[in-house]
């Protein structure tokens, strides 16, 4: 009977395989770009103003050197005055000197002088004059004073800033990766639903033809059509939250002309959740994580500059603890001929010096000032091991967080597996007429529910472990 055959053929031919069920992709059309968790992270460390504000933060620090040498800068300078009044010539003098710091606190100088006068200071020297001369601290200030103290500290913090920038960034990229994750799982339960809408639309079609064939009752094209709406709703929504999770990934998405850059909807993710074998991925060892995590996390690096720094104070407190001893020696010469200048022996001719010494008896402010100093340095190498315990727990937490996903996506795997072998025996018996088709869509529905869970789970696990190599410090490498 040709009716009857035809039939048979709608019957068969229903419910055919599902292969999207089985993990199949979708492959993307020719005008479709993809954009990777890789090129993701290479756009944002480049051209995210983040981005470009540590790398500001590194020129601050370094333009602060630059302001702590001009303490160490030579000096030239010249004073000059004259007085006259009711036709007497009181003095005119004029002073060009030359003075050079050095960075053991030793300054010398070199000048030229000229006095002529009818009142002038008698100490003072008339004519012309030069003189070569050094000035030292022999106590305080001798091996610290502001101006090194001030120096080293534009070095720490310099050198310090490159850690910061690479904190910045970690927590940058993290925040980045989370919404690249998020994104790709959305497009992914997208395609899920996209794929479902079309085998449902073919399922719809066959069920009226059997309808009219006389094969099916009118109630299963109503059933057919009630399923076909359901999905095409979550496809719909699926669609809104894939445009949506795009618009928060654009946030992290820059020009080099710093523009922001507009997701449009032709650009998809180049990760495919659906075809990655999380099984097969080796995970990190922990141990050496939590080595580099203490060696190298950036929250941590940065206090040993901020001790460092504290060093540097505590020294120049000590100077506070010190006698003032300052010493000054002048070799004097006639005329402005330098070359002459050292003609006679030191300390015997046409010289001039000068010594000044003081200490506070009590020293309160230097002794209070030194030990608050050595308070400080304990109360951050306590936050740096408190920091450090915190980095260690975090790392093992989100350590422990990935190993369970791995095994959740195994186990999803396998209740998906089932969940498509009830399904297809569920079609089965259909065919022999012992079930219906609301029992297939309510199998299909648990399947297509395991699957959008499987795309879920692995999202997680890799955003899980962006956040385990940002515990590490370990997310700009």
Do not use: C
């Amino acid at each position: 009977n040709p009716v009857q055959n035809n039939k048979m053929g709608f019957i068969k031919y229903i419910f055919p395989a599902v292969l999207f069920l089985s993990g199949t992709s979708l492959k993307a059309q020719d005008s479709l770009k993809t954009l990777s968790a890789t090129q993701v992270m290479e756009i944002v460390k480049k051209f995210h103003p983040v981005a470009k504000q540590a790398d500001i933060f590194v020129e601050k620090a370094k333009a602060d050197v630059t302001i702590s040498k001009a303490a160490f800068d030579p000096v030239l300078k010249n004073e000059m005055a004259q007085k006259t009044f009711d036709g007497i010539d009181y003095y005119y003098y004029n002073r060009p000197e030359l003075s050079i710091p050095t960075w053991f606190g030793i300054e010398v100088s070199a000048g030229l002088e000229y006095l002529s006068g009818n009142r002038t200071d008698p100490v003072e020297t008339k004519g012309q004059t030069s003189y070569l001369g050094v000035s030292v601290p022999l106590a305080k200030n001798l091996l610290m004073d502001k101006r090194r103290a001030a120096l080293q500290t534009a070095k720490i913090f310099r050198d310090a800033s490159a850690i910061e920038k690479r904190n910045m960034l970690n927590n940058l990229m993290l925040d980045a990766m989370a919404s690249y994750w998020n994104w790709v799982k959305q497009y992914q339960v997208y395609k899920i639903l996209t794929e479902a809408l079309t085998v449902n639309e073919k399922r719809v079609e066959l069920i009226k033809t059997a309808f009219r064939l006389g094969d099916r009752p009118a109630i299963d094209t109503i059933e057919a059509l009630t399923q076909l709406q359901n999905i095409e709703l979550m496809k719909n929504q699926a669609w809104l939250d894939f445009q949506n999770t795009g618009l928060e990934l654009s946030v992290f998405l820059w020009l080099a002309n710093a523009t922001p850059f507009n997701m449009s909807i032709d650009i998809v993710p180049g990760d495919d959740l659906q075809l990655s074998n999380i099984a097969t991925e080796q995970l990190p060892d922990l141990n050496n994580l939590l080595e580099s995590a203490i060696k190298n996390h950036p929250e941590l690096v940065i206090y040993n500059y901020k001790i460092d720094v504290l060093n540097v104070d505590k020294k120049l407190k000590f100077q506070d603890l010190l006698p003032t001893v300052n010493f000054r020696y002048n070799q004097l010469g006639k005329g402005y001929d330098m070359r002459k200048t050292f003609i006679n022996p030191l300390f015997e001719n046409n010289y001039q010096y000068g010594l000044s010494v003081g200490i506070p008896l009590r020293l309160s402010q230097g002794r209070g000032e030194y030990r608050k100093a050595k308070l400080k340095i304990t109360e951050t190498q306590l936050q740096q091991r408190q920091k450090q315990l915190q980095v260690e727990n975090k790392v093992k937490s989100y350590f422990n967080e990935l190993l369970t996903l791995k095994s959740q996506v195994a186990l999803q795997e396998k209740a998906l597996i089932n969940y498509q072998a009830l399904q297809r025996g569920e079609e089965i018996r259909f065919q022999a007429g012992e079930s219906s088709l609301f029992l297939i869509n309510a199998r299909e529905n648990k399947t297509l529910e395991a699957l959008q869970k499987l795309q879920e789970l692995k999202a997680k696990y890799y955003k899980t472990g962006n956040t385990l190599q940002w515990a590490a410090g370990l997310m700009i490498q």
